[in-house]
């Protein structure tokens, strides 16, 4: 019994750490220009490759140091959030919407419904997706909208998986042949019904698309593909440190760390909420 | 009371109907082989308006498949359905809808057959909605209404399902069935799964909604006291097929075929004295499987009185010189 409740309160304060973390995070991205101590692109060429205040050598002025051209990193890290987050949001957001709706029509259509969409989802996934991306912003030609839609591409297809599997469970329930001998139409059921009884999969899949999302925005900063590096965001910043790891590590770390901690904070967060909405755990 | 020849049009018919489902598998050589489970495998039944029809069998015999055709719910194989003589049987889901106010069906299982995340009072609404029966103000009075009439507190539409008993929750899955004043209701084991000390209370409830209403109903259950109760007539299944109907007393105070005097010798009487009295032919081994198709009457593996006859045809529901206990069983066909 002790055992069961010290798990399940360890389990609150963890959800509760992943929601803290994202709070902050959130709000370090819409207070930006409040916190940043000067604009994220405000080059000082006299102050190149400070290293960071708690480092031999390092100035207060300049917390985290500053990178090649001078540029405060606490400021970029703290203006980059915008991005990273926007795009990690946006971009789960975007592979929600199409991944459930291409789930619940394969899970409930069946048939010719399901072999046509399950193929998308099995050429997705046997294709390496770098290359997709690379080949659509260069076709898209990069921007915030493109790569949103790229890494909803990249994402879509966990939503489809479990949402097509939630929803064979749930449309051999009673209540589903209820509905259609109410006379129920088609889209009411599956709206009102299907879709309405498998949002618990959706949510925890949400959880670690965000985090997907985010790593995999810094991924194509890193490959020089996707949102244009002169604005600050955490995967342009540990582009712009790689050349520089050996001599200015704190230009790569400190991002780096960034996206670590959010993942994890996310990550948390929807462990927790997997938990939470599982039938079976005690409420 | 019952005339032989009813002369009214049925509320619900089924003619020669079959219903067969069929399943893939690979077989142990990873061949795909297609098996066929007839679960309604020929059947004839006629539900006249006002009566209340049960149905009983053992489980897997093709009740519940049967009470879905009738409202087509399941696509039928072969034969027809028809409600209030006009023929369901190939009717697409989009023409079937507006009739589908018409007839209804009650589950067996509260805890499943009820949406979870819908409020009472919207699933109660619903049928009046999508028929577009009334406007959402008087669909929530008549919810309070319904509501009121079996039984519960109008308050409570705001609740979700999971604030219910099982028995509240059989009574909201009633009045969904009833709101759009059906003439025809499915009832499939409604009180089976509830506990012994509301079956009583949702059983009162049926024989309410059946006057105030003007309701006839299909009845399905296997619980034979149940079913001598409510039923103004009784149909046995066996194996897809019903192989014997009629009165309820003329059933169980004089049951015809083998089957349905093995069925009731298996419930205990509570007369004492024709209790001890009782005859003795316990129903032998499971029923065939329905994936296996049978030759001659199907019942008489398990018969203690199987013919040569039994074996080569397959006996038809025939009805007896009184006209309304009828059965399918080749020792009584002169
Ligand atoms: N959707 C289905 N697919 C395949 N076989 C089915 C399906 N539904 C029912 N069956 C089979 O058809 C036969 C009849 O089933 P049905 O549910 O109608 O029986 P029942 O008399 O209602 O039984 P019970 O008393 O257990 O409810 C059974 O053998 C069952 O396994
Ligand atoms: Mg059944």
């Not at chain 1, 948390?268 to 909405?277: N, Q, S, V």
């Amino acid at each position: 019994m002790t055992g069961f409740s010290n798990r399940f309160l360890i389990g609150h304060a963890v959800g509760i750490a992943g929601v803290a973390i994202i709070v902050a995070a959130v709000a370090i991205a819409v207070f930006a220009p409040l916190i940043a101590p000067v604009p994220a692109s405000q080059i000082d060429l006299h102050a190149r490759l400070v290293p960071p205040a708690f480092v031999e050598g390092g100035s207060a002025k300049h917390f985290f140091g500053t990178d090649n051209l001078g540029r405060d990193i606490l400021a970029r890290l703290i203006y980059g959030s915008r991005i990273s987050l926007a795009v990690g949001t946006a971009a789960a957001l975007l592979g929600a919407v199409i991944g459930s709706l291409m789930g619940i029509l394969a899970g409930y259509f069946g048939g010719r419904v399901d072999a046509a969409i399950s193929w998308f989802v099995d050429v997705q996934l046997a294709f390496p997706f770098t290359l997709l991306a690379i080949f659509l912003l260069g076709t898209l030609g990069g921007g915030f909208y493109a790569v949103v839609i790229v890494l909803a591409l990249a994402t879509w297809v966990n939503y489809a998986r479990v949402v097509r599997a939630q929803v064979l469970t749930v449309k051999v329930q009673d209540y589903v042949l209820a509905a259609r001998a109410v006379g129920v139409g088609t889209p009411r059921t599956l709206w009102r019904y299907i879709f309405a009884n498998s949002t618990a999969p959706i949510i925890v899949v949400a959880s670690f698309s965000t985090a997907q999302a985010i790593l995999t925005q810094a991924a194509l900063s890193f490959l020089g593909v996707g949102i244009d590096p002169s604005i600050p965001s955490w995967g342009a910043m540990l582009n712009d440190g790689r050349e520089y790891l050996q001599k200015a590590w704190w230009i790569a770390t400190f991002p780096g760390l960034a996206i670590a901690l959010t993942v994890l904070g996310v990550n948390l967060f929807g462990d927790w909420l997997r938990d939470r909405l599982d039938p079976r755990s005690a409420r | 009371m019952i005339d032989p020849v009813d002369t009214r049009l049925p509320v619900s018919e089924a003619v020669a109907l079959k219903v067969q489902y069929s399943s893939r598998r690979r077989n142990c050589l990873g061949r795909l082989t297609t098996t066929t489970i007839r679960a309604v495998d020929g059947v004839d039944l006629t539900i006249r308006p006002g009566e209340a029809v049960a149905l009983v069998g053992e489980s897997g015999c093709g009740k519940s498949t049967l009470g879905r055709a009738l409202l087509r719910l399941e696509r039928v194989s072969e034969g027809a359905v028809r409600f209030a003589g006009s023929d369901l049987t190939g009717l697409s889901e989009a023409i079937l809808r507006p009739i589908r106010r018409n007839m209804q069906m009650v589950f067996q299982d509260p805890f499943s057959s009820l949406n979870p995340r819908m409020q009472i009072g919207e699933t109660l609404a619903e049928p009046l909605l999508v028929h577009g029966l009334a406007s959402k103000a008087e669909a929530r009075a008549r919810v309070a209404e319904i509501l009121q009439i079996v039984g519960l507190d109008p308050a409570v539409a705001g609740r979700h399902p999971h604030a219910f008993s099982g028995g509240q929750r059989q009574r909201i899955a009633i009045a969904r069935a009833v709101i759009a004043r059906p003439k025809f209701v499915v009832a499939d084991e409604p009180i089976s799964a509830l506990d012994i000390s509301v079956q009583a209370q949702i059983l009162d409830l049926f024989e309410d909604l059946k006057e105030r209403f003007a309701l006839t109903y299909l009845f399905i259950s296997h619980d034979l006291a149940v079913v001598r109760h409510i039923a103004d007539r009784v149909a046995v299944m066996y194996l897809g097929r019903i192989v014997e109907e009629g009165s309820p007393e003329s059933v169980f105070d004089n049951p015809l075929h083998p089957y349905t005097q093995a069925l009731l010798a298996a419930v205990p009487s509570p007369d004492p004295v024709r209790e001890r009295s009782r005859p003795n032919p316990v129903l032998r081994g499971e029923p065939p499987s329905p994936a296996t198709a049978v030759t001659g009457c199907r019942f008489r593996g398990r018969c203690a009185h199987a013919m040569p006859v039994c074996a080569m045809a397959d006996p038809a529901l025939a009805r007896g010189a009184d006209g309304t206990h009828a059965v399918a069983c080749f020792l009584h066909h002169q």
